[in-house]
């Protein structure tokens, strides 16, 4: 008799939801998310929309969102966070149906009065003369913001870290370290945001634009440290000096009296900010098949109210398990491996942006969301990610509702093979609906197979061969496997703001076709390697996601080209 974790791997509803607290919790200090400042008067741009949004719980009642592509901070607020326009707040309480707008007519927006707000380009630039231009090579929609990282020897993003006080921001700027803290108070009833910064040694002077100056009432000042305040129509710009080694900025309204800037010492969060672990209870099957299917129970009671919607799980070689959620938490998992009806779930790090994929490489977990691949790191031993490393954005993520981060792999090289949705309704970007393998370092990245509409891939951890599924809309039948080959094939899918039928390149041959009523709707494939699970021991499993259900793909390579049976095997 063998168990399988199907009920963990497959969508939950619980059977009476309490109900849970708001999705934005207001104790945690960042959270990510698409943001929307189009409108945003009055200094609105067509095209200013975040795709990468770290949005920072600064307290009293103000945020900012960082902007981990441009390294700018797109805007500050006050208020409630945002709006609920994104997928995962919309459909949060479990009350209906609900689905996102396709495209980007209606995209999560600051949800309070702007205190400052920056357009597309750079917050930091090299040199000695500003350019409120953005840089990076347009999409095939050139009003499409999503265009990815400036390169690497001019600025990136690093780390984001969890402290005592909010998070620190790790980027370079012409390849040295800048460190940065946002914290808020308020001053004679208003709004002051402060930006903190420690620089590493730099053979360059480098520019920070802080915000636009037609931002109604606004007002910013420098604290002398050796930066400057450059005199600037259009934005307020700081010269940094390639000495400085630190400096802070406030920002508040005009009729604000801005208090003394001071750099409050930031230390990291030494005790567990969710010490509780939760034990839930796993039903063992008393069927006699062959194959049989335990219940585990999520921890949809805990003493955060915070729903529990899975999207994937990964295994460290002890057996402990990570399973990421919907809603940007990562929860660790024990006991799965026992007989003894209880699982235990710790809250390991919260704030991700729609992870639908997680996998472990060498023993570290890293998730795969809209701003990228993040290694998560536990550095200081108690239990939680307090490190958030952005191992690769070196590519792109465009705007679009549906440009989901549908799966995470591990190649036998090290490198990782990703799968990006593809459905596009107001921007055509290169890369929706492909397959990519980021380099093992994540520096730089090469396409697997494009004209996907929501592919979800599998590698094969021995021999590295790739395969890929799709699910059925708009071009795309029911329901494709495919086994990618370079160069990069194209796969059908056309996004119904293209001329239809005008196809790019022919469209590649699929392994094998699971017709409809077999297997309406398809997500990853996986390699049961070391599985211990009798006659499927390294089999392709290939997992339905509609209805609940696992197939085995039988490879035939005695043909011209390769050819699969489908057979399903746990329902």
């Given at each position: ?43 609105s741009v067509p095209m200013n929309v975040t795709p990468r ?47 996102t707008l396709g495209g980007q007519v209606k995209l999560p ?293 549906r440009e989901f981060p549908n799966s995470l792999k591990v ?161």
């Open positions: 008799m063998k168990r399988t974790l199907l009920a963990l791997l497959c969508p939950i509803v619980a059977a009476a939801a309490p109900k849970y607290a708001p999705w934005i919790e207001p104790d945690f200090p960042f959270f990510s998310t698409t943001l929307d400042l189009r409108d945003a008067k009055p200094d949004g770290l949005v920072l719980n600064l307290g009293n009642g103000a945020w900012a969102c960082f902007d981990v592509d441009l390294l700018r901070v797109a805007a500050m607020w006050t208020g409630n966070g945002v709006t609920p326009e994104a997928l995962g707040p919309l459909s949060y309480q479990e009350t209906g149906n609900h689905k927006k600051p949800a309070g009065p702007l205190l400052l707000v920056n357009g597309i380009y750079p917050g930091w630039q090299v040199g000695e003369r500003v350019s409120l231009e953005d840089p990076r090579e347009p999409q095939p929609s050139v009003e499409e913001p999503g265009r990815g990282p400036l390169p690497e020897n001019v600025a990136r993003f690093k780390t984001l870290r969890i402290a005592d006080r909010g998070v620190v921001l790790d980027y370079t700027v012409a390849g040295a370290l800048v460190q940065e803290t946002i914290t808020a108070a308020k001053h004679d009833g208003a709004p002051i945001v402060q930006r903190h910064f420690r620089l590493a040694p730099c053979e360059q002077p480098r520019l920070l634009v802080l915000g636009s100056r037609k931002a109604k009432g606004a007002e910013a000042s420098v604290l002398l440290s050796g930066a400057t305040m450059l005199d600037h129509a259009d934005a307020w710009i700081v010269r940094v000096p390639a000495e400085t080694r630190e400096f802070s900025v406030s920002i508040s309204h005009a009729s604000a009296t801005p208090p003394a800037l001071t750099v409050r010492p930031v230390t990291p969060l030494a005790a567990p900010r969710w010490p509780q672990e939760i034990t839930t209870n796993v039903t063992l099957s008393t069927a006699k098949d062959a194959y049989i299917v335990d219940d585990i129970a999520p921890p949809f009671a805990n003493p955060w109210r915070r729903n529990v919607r899975l999207c994937d799980v990964a295994f460290f070689k002890d057996g402990t398990a990570a399973a990421s959620t919907f809603d940007g938490d990562v929860w660790l998992i024990r006991g799965l491996a026992t007989t003894q009806g209880k699982a235990t779930w710790k809250r390991f790090t919260s704030g991700l942006h729609e992870p639908m994929s997680i996998a472990i490489r060498d023993e570290q977990l890293f998730a795969f969301d809209r701003n990228g691949i993040w290694r998560l790191l536990d550095t200081d031993g108690n239990g939680e990610a307090d490190v958030h490393e952005l191992f690769s954005n070196a590519f792109p993520q465009s705007g679009e509702t190649a036998p090289d090290g490198s990782f093979v990703i799968a990006k949705g593809g459905q596009q309704d107001s921007t055509i970007s290169k890369l929706n609906g492909s397959v990519l393998r980021v380099a093992a370092d994540g520096k730089s990245y090469s396409v697997l197979g494009t004209g996907f509409r929501q592919p979800y891939a599998g590698v094969n951890p021995k021999t590295g061969l790739v395969t890929a599924g799709d699910q059925e809309g708009q071009y795309t039948p029911t329901s494709p496997l495919y086994i990618l080959k370079e160069p990069a094939e194209f796969h059908g899918f056309l996004s119904a703001l293209l001329p239809k039928e005008e196809y790019p390149a022919p469209i590649a041959e699929p392994l094998t076709w699971i017709p409809h009523q077999v297997n309406a709707s398809a997500i990853s494939q996986t390699w049961l390697y070391g599985a211990k699970m009798g006659v499927l021991n390294e089999s392709l499993i290939h997992v339905g996601f509609n209805r609940p259900e696992l197939f085995r793909v039988m490879l035939n390579n005695r043909a011209s080209r390769p050819q699969a049976a489908v057979v399903s095997w746990l329902r």
